[in-house]
T-cell receptor, first 114, second 113 residues
């Protein structure tokens, strides 16, 4: 069982909808990540929060908006998505700078944009 | 040259076989290296971290060759449950920059009875 919990597991939305993906961890990790993964491809980094501050934004379109309400929670707000945004969205956490690369992933939210 | 390269496979091996995967990386300044496994339609899970010359955990051995810029993963006595895609991940940066993790495309392993 993963210690990073993501909801919902599956989401279908239209291009005009607004939805949010949620992620929670209670391991005391100080870095949290959003990755996007398409079929048969490796995960692609989208955002990194370190100590609740956005530290990395990998040139992600503004229709994706991250939010870190506290050290345990990470949200990804979705608005006006395109069909090509359909993918598995993975949340991950790590202890912080001393263990970069040792990521704990959630099971992912599988998103379909119609 | 791609930053992190892996043979995509698939590697089809019988139970009990020994199998090895290689992963090459382009940045000689890379600091740390990781192997993840990802089952079909599941999340990646950390298998091993490599910070020096290598690491061993039971049937799994990872070795780092800095001169040739590759990391290998050796699996001994393969089990059916080892069937998965193995992702090589390289920290290309210095210190704790989380944005410098580069994922390889993965090597698919299928262990047959």
């Amino acid at each position: 069982d993963t210690e990073v919990t993501q909801t919902p597991k599956h989401l279908v939305m239209g291009m005009t909808n607004k939805k949010s993906l949620k992620c929670e961890q209670h391991m005391g990790h100080r870095a949290m990540y959003w990755y996007k993964q398409k079929a048969k491809k490796p995960p692609e980094l989208m955002f990194v929060y370190s100590y609740e501050k956005l530290s990395i934004n990998e040139s992600v379109p503004s229709r994706f908006s991250p939010e870190c309400p506290n050290s345990s929670l990470l949200n990804l707000h979705l608005h006006a998505l395109q069909p090509e945004d359909s993918a598995l969205y993975l949340c991950a956490s790590s202890q912080g700078e001393r263990s970069v690369g040792e990521l704990f992933f959630g099971e992912g939210s599988r998103l379909t944009v119609l | 040259r791609k930053e992190v390269e892996q043979d995509p496979g698939p590697f089809n091996v019988p139970e009990g076989a020994t199998v090895a995967f290689n992963c090459t990386y382009s940045n000689s300044a890379s600091q740390s290296f990781f192997w993840y496994r990802q089952d079909c339609r599941k999340e990646p899970k950390l298998l091993m971290s490599v910070y020096s010359s290598g690491n061993e955990d039971g049937r799994f051995t990872a070795q780092l060759n800095r001169a040739s810029q590759y990391i290998s993963l050796l699996i001994r006595d393969s089990k059916l449950s080892d069937s998965a895609t193995y992702l090589c991940v390289v920290n290309m940066g210095y210190g704790g920059s989380q944005g410098n993790l580069i994922f390889g495309k993965g090597t698919k392993l299928s262990v047959k009875p």
